[in-house]
């Protein structure tokens, strides 16, 4: 099921040079190279949609590590971390035929873009993003990058630069999407139409996967325990012990009920969406058992689930020129497309052209 958004993407570009559109709607998503290892959350909410759109739309994903910079961060581990993250897409199953699978600082348009984005933004809007609201609190406002406070404007650009119809994420990332549709619809009525205004693709289910330890909050990176967070390079049976110790409540009925009972709820939606079984299969086979059967049979599932991925997440940096050569066609691809929006925008805002 997709988003709730009802809006269609409504498709703005130039039909100028006569060209038919592309057959497929075009998607395109990001994932920040911050963590080292993505977690359950990033894979179930987002990465795992991002596989199975290469076989229906026209795929571009890629690892921002223009964002990941509005932190700060260790040049050695952001260099080693954008390659993991880009051997994890591949692992998770991400296939460079199906997709154009790139690194964002390799495609200059992203910054250039987001500049005129940002021109276009007024800095109350920007001042309402709660993202940054939430980051800059934890470091203390003072601190935070000019960076930071900008970032959902270079997502804007990201998505806009590609005519993306459609934004797989998960819910946290639905205020930038709203965002992305704002500033393209005023940049295409000021300036004509330019821009293809896009829409979240966010899948109810799993749009928002909890913490096993607190199944009020989302997993997330900076959560306060490390036991409610599952990293997918962690070892198997690290894995294990943290479904097994998962917070449940003092009932024992397994029953899907968000409301009053989050951590099972939570349990049954990463167990469905992991086997394919529905919920109410799973209810029906836990019935009469505690949640001691679920969570020991969610625990097998989670490392059968993770096993190969850190094989195949291994093999892929084990051949770091490939992984980079491979990198650097999807990069190319990409820049094919961004420049020709790039372009098209900066004649609209009425730059002179630069001659080559
Ligand atoms: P990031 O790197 O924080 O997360 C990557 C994706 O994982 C999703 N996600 C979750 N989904 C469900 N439950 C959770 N607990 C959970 N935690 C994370 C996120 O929603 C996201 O889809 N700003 C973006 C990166 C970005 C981007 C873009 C995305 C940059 N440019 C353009 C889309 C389009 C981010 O920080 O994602």
Wanted: overall charge negative; hydrophobic content about 40%; charged content about 25%.
């Amino acid at each position: 099921m997709a988003s709730s958004d009802p809006t269609p993407a409504a498709d703005h570009r130039p039909q100028g040079d006569g060209s038919a559109p592309p057959a497929r709607p075009r998607v395109l998503s990001g994932i920040q190279p911050t963590a080292g290892s993505f977690h359950l959350g990033n894979y179930l909410g987002a990465v795992r949609q991002w596989v199975a759109l290469q076989d229906t739309h026209d795929a571009f994903y890629m690892v921002v590590d223009l964002h990941a910079i509005t932190v700060p961060q260790d040049p050695a581990e952001l260099r080693a971390n954008t390659r993991l993250a880009a051997a994890q897409l591949l692992a998770a199953g991400l296939d460079p035929e199906r997709c154009t699978l790139f690194v964002q600082s390799h495609v200059p348009e992203h910054a250039q873009l987001a500049w005129v984005m940002n021109c276009l933004t007024g800095f109350g809007e920007a001042s309402r993003m709660t993202q940054f609201k939430d980051k800059s609190a934890k470091q203390g406002a003072d601190r935070a990058s000019v960076g930071l406070f900008t970032y959902p404007i270079l997502q804007v650009a990201d998505i806009l630069l590609y005519q993306a119809h459609e934004v797989p994420v998960g819910e946290d990332q639905r205020q930038h999407i709203e965002l992305t549709r704002d500033l393209a619809e005023r940049f295409n009525s000021r300036f004509g139409r330019t821009f293809t205004v896009p829409r979240p693709h966010i899948l109810k289910e799993v749009a928002k996967i909890y913490d096993l330890q607190d199944p009020s909050i989302k997993m997330s990176k900076s959560a306060s325990t490390p036991k409610g967070l599952i990293n997918l390079l962690d070892e198997p049976r690290t894995t294990a012990k943290k479904v097994k110790s998962a917070v449940t409540d003092t009932d024992t009925v397994i029953r899907y009920d968000a409301e009053a009972k989050p951590g099972v709820s939570n349990l049954l939606t990463v167990y469905s969406t992991l086997t394919g079984a529905s919920v109410a299969e799973l209810e029906q086979k836990y019935e009469g058992k505690g949640y001691g059967a679920l969570k020991t049979d969610l625990a097998e599932v989670m490392v059968d689930f993770v096993t190969p991925f850190r094989t195949r997440t291994q093999q892929y940096l084990d051949d770091p020129e490939t992984l980079d050569s491979l990198l650097a066609k999807g990069a190319e691809k990409a820049r094919s497309v961004a420049a020709e929006t790039l372009a098209s925008a900066y004649d609209k805002v009425g730059f002179v052209p630069a001659k080559h």
